[in-house]
């Protein structure tokens, strides 16, 4: 997950991005997927876009490459956003990844995980997820990595996710963390009796969980925001219909 996540930025916006590879109707080749937040990219000014790619130098370090992207043509997006008004965006990239050292694992959609997923593996409220992104656009390094975080699951009940689009994940969200990938990896994984192995996207950063306040007094009214240290996440089972939406490549 970490060499699948990305920072993107652009003139007014920035946040997580992360790729993913869809198999063609002939299924003879993947296309690559650049999934974020919609908001990211629907406050970016301009034309273009910045992803800060990674590249894998011959002594194994790393050296970050800004890569630009088209992300409309004047007013018209060039990306998709989710039909039911959700916070995804997903839109067909090509990045330069052959004969290059461009360092990139992009993920199956097959690890988008659904309802099965859920009832299958036993995924409670409590269950411990990871987030990679970059809080207040900060890096883990040099060479442009993501922040590895973690929370536990804060909502109840999760399924079905068509009924309940969103949950509650129990980890402070700052600006850059949107649309960051959202999963769940356990090698100990204890399934009805037995020892699996468990590794699954469960969603998407869309924003921070917040109470407002209204309070009226006798010659004004006004209203105080109180965050609360939680993320809204998005199913992933609404990106990979999300992902559906677009036009297989020719």
């Not at 970050?64 to 998709?80: Q, Y």
């Not at 060479?143 to 973690?150: E, H, K, N, Q, W």
């Not at 109840?156 to 969200?173: G, N």
């Not at 924003?207 to 006798?218: G, H, L, R």
Request: charged share 20%; net charge positive; aromatic share 10%.
């Amino acid at each position: 997950m970490m060499r699948s996540t990305f920072k993107i930025e652009g003139i007014g916006s920035s946040g997580s991005c992360f790729i993913v590879g869809k198999p063609s109707i002939k299924k003879d080749k993947s296309y690559l997927i650049l999934v974020t937040a919609a908001h990211v990219l629907e406050g970016i000014k301009g034309d273009t876009a910045i992803i800060h790619l990674r590249k894998q130098k011959q002594d194994n370090t790393f050296e970050k490459i800004l890569f630009p992207i088209k992300i409309s043509n004047g007013n018209t997006p060039l990306w998709t956003k989710n039909k039911n008004g959700l916070d995804i965006a997903v839109m067909n990239v090509k990045l330069p990844l052959i004969n290059t050292n461009v360092d990139l694992r992009f993920i199956s959609t097959d690890l988008l995980a659904d309802d099965k997923y859920y009832s299958d593996f036993q995924i409670h409220p409590g269950d411990e997820m990871y987030c990679l992104g970059f809080p207040m656009g900060a890096e883990a390094n040099q060479a442009g990595f993501p922040v590895l975080r973690s929370g536990r699951m804060a909502s109840f009940p999760l399924t079905p996710m068509v009924t309940y689009p969103t949950f509650l994940l129990d980890f402070k969200v700052y600006k850059g963390n949107s649309g960051g990938p959202v999963y769940f990896a356990d090698t100990n994984r204890i399934v009805r009796g037995n020892i699996s192995t468990v590794r699954f996207i469960a969603g998407l950063v869309s924003q921070e969980f917040n109470v407002t306040e209204k309070i009226q007094s006798q010659y004004e009214k006004t209203e105080k925001t109180y965050p609360l240290s939680l993320a809204v996440i998005i199913h992933a089972s609404h990106i990979k219909d999300t992902i559906n939406q677009l036009q297989d490549l020719k």
